[in-house]
């Protein structure tokens, strides 16, 4: 989408029910075929329950295509700016935000589930040398970077 157009577009949020999101798209998607209602499209997003977005002309349209389903709780009022939308659109890998000594959770593989102390950053191969806070001795493990979720950020500067 260029910009001139998502300036132009008019976005609502819909609140539903959390983790129901996929399923009133769905629903949403059959009435706007069924019913020919102007919705130009529908947009979930996963790092934020209970909402999804829909670019409409108005909120009408929006309000009449979303009535009646079990699980949408209410639309909310006013339009919600693109920019607001596109923070969440745009995904930083997850090697660029971590630093050494950063407390991480395993996310995947066989260490999932294990929290973790960022030894040394490989960025070139996105790659980290973790230190398991979890085990009985300190191990250090080469994992992908894509696997992990920051869960508290290095403290910074001397006291």
Known sequence: MRLTEASLSRFFAVKTTGGWEKTVT?????????KKKPIHSILVLESLKGYIFV?????????ETVSGFK?????VPGMIQFQDIE?????????????????VEIVSGPFKGMKAKIN?????????TVVLLDAA????????????KIVEKAKTGAA
């Open 137 to 148: 001795y300190q191990l250090p493990v080469t994992i992908n970077a894509n696997y992990l």
């Open 87 to 103: 923070k969440f659109l745009v995904t930083k890998p997850v090697i660029s935000e971590v630093s050494v000594n950063d407390i």
């Open 120 to 128: 040394r950053i490989e960025a070139a191969k996105s790659e980290v």
């Open 26 to 34: 769905s629903l949403i998607s059959t009435r706007i075929v069924l």
């Open 55 to 63: 670019e409409a002309d108005n909120a009408q349209v929006v309000s």
């Open 71 to 75: 699980h949408v709780k209410s639309t």
